[in-house]
């Protein structure tokens, strides 16, 4: 047999693959059909509520008022994102908190809980099981809020800091057993020992190969850190009394307890609760926006990491 023959050949071959594939990619089942509806309208039953509040957001609050909520409003009116954004400055600030918050937080705890998961990952780690009985416990009991409050703010002095912002959130035990969990299952043992038998010592081993290994995993546990730390306002509401340490969300709320205040308080005119009356919902629907929408523009950047890290590591195999 020549060698064209068998270039032939191999180029008859490829072409079948082709052509098997194109026919299995062209048949689509009734069932693939059903489904796909199920999924579609799934997906508009979760996005329409989005949809809703920004668009009620920027409706008349007398339309809402006589109308109710509504995708097409008949009037539009930006009443609500004003009283939202009357302080810019305040705005950036807390912004700028957030930020630095997240940002950090994030950051700083998934080294620590990316440690810890190599630590409890080695099997031939002497503290192994006491720090996987440790990581459970905060899990199972929980101290509670007074003494959280009496030991960050009398014994630490973390008020208005943002180490109180930080470090209560830095590591959650179901973060750590992802990680944990990605570690054994996706990354080969093999090149530990290897790492080992060149001499490198367990920093380089991890900061040189397992934590690179483990971006997905990290992206995924990354998000939720990031999201979680974006919308935290209960520690901010707890222990923040100064404007310099006010997250975003703190001062969302601030602002709607004002609004809420001045217009049921008695010493205030008529004219003017009706005035604040007329812009609430509106003005709670623009509260949201400023909220989600950073979260929204990163989110699908990271989508594709989120559902890989949470799905490589969960099956063993």
């Known amino acids: 047999m020549t060698k064209e023959e068998r270039l032939k050949r191999k180029e008859e071959k490829k072409k079948q693959k082709l052509d098997m594939m194109s026919s299995r990619k062209e048949k689509v089942t ?46 539009w009116s930006l009443e609500g994102m004003k009283n939202v954004l009357y302080a810019p400055d305040k705005i950036l600030s807390a912004y700028k908190v957030t930020l630095i918050v997240t940002v950090f937080g994030t950051l700083l705890g998934l080294l620590v809980m990316s440690m810890f998961a190599y630590s409890i990952s080695r099997k031939d ?60 299952n996706s ?33 995924a546990v990354g998000f939720m850190m990031a999201t979680a730390y974006w919308n935290d306002w209960s520690n901010a509401y707890i222990f923040i009394t100064e404007d310099k340490y006010t997250p975003l969300q ?12 001045l217009a049921n308080s008695p010493n205030i ?16 629907m623009s509260t949201v926006i400023i909220v989600i929408a950073p979260i929204m523009v990163v ?14 590591g969960s099956v063993k195999g």
């Not at 693939?32 to 979760?46: A, F, K, N, P």
């Not at 809402?64 to 995708?71: D, E, H, P, Q, R």
């Not at 989110?299 to 490589?312: A, D, E, S």
Request: hydrophobic residues 50%; glycine residues 6%; aromatic residues 16%.
């Open 30 to 75: 009734f069932g693939q059909i059903i489904l796909g509806l199920i999924l579609l309208l799934y997906t508009l039953y979760c996005f329409l509520p989005v949809v809703l509040v920004f668009v009620s957001a920027f409706t008349d609050e007398m339309t809402i008022t006589n109308n109710g909520y509504s995708l097409f409003p008949k009037k």
């Open 125 to 184: 780690f002497v503290l192994r099981k006491f720090l996987s009985i440790f990581l459970i416990i905060p899990m199972l009991f929980n101290g509670g809020q007074l003494s959280g409050y009496l030991i960050f703010s009398n014994y630490y002095h973390w008020q208005n800091t943002y180490w109180v912002l930080i470090l209560p959130m830095c590591v959650s035990t179901m973060n750590v057993i992802i990680l944990r969990t990605y570690i054994v």
């Open 187 to 219: 990354i080969p043992q093999e090149l530990i020992e290897a790492a080992r038998i060149d001499g490198a010592g367990e920093y380089r081993t991890f900061f040189g190969i397992v934590f690179p290994l483990m971006k997905p995993a990290l992206a």
């Open 250 to 261: 703190l001062l969302l709320i601030q602002i709607q307890s004002r609004i809420d205040f």
């Open 269 to 284: 005119p008529t004219s003017a609760k009706l005035a604040m009356k007329a812009t609430s919902h509106s003005t709670t």
């Open 299 to 312: 989110y699908p950047f990271f989508q594709k990491y989120f559902i890989k890290g949470l799905t490589v």
